[in-house]
């Protein structure tokens, strides 16, 4: 599973590259390793959080299942 967070808000994290610029490399690391990821979670503007919102919970639950 590869779970990647940043301090930008969510539509300027992936417009400017940093969410999806983590998971194009993880998905390469993957790759070569012949493996397959089981998901794929983004916690966009993580600066000022200090637990995972219930959203992003939700998501790494419907990954584990």
């Not at 990647?4 to 390793?33: H, L, V, Y």
């Amino acid at each position: 599973m590869i779970l990647t967070s940043c301090n930008t808000p969510a539509p300027f994290s992936w417009i400017f590259g940093q969410s999806r610029g983590a998971i194009r490399n993880m998905d390469e690391f993957f790759k070569t390793a012949g493996m397959k990821p089981a998901g794929k979670v983004v916690c966009a503007n993580a600066k000022n959080k200090r637990e995972l919102p219930k959203r992003t919970m939700k998501k790494i639950e419907r990954c584990l299942k």
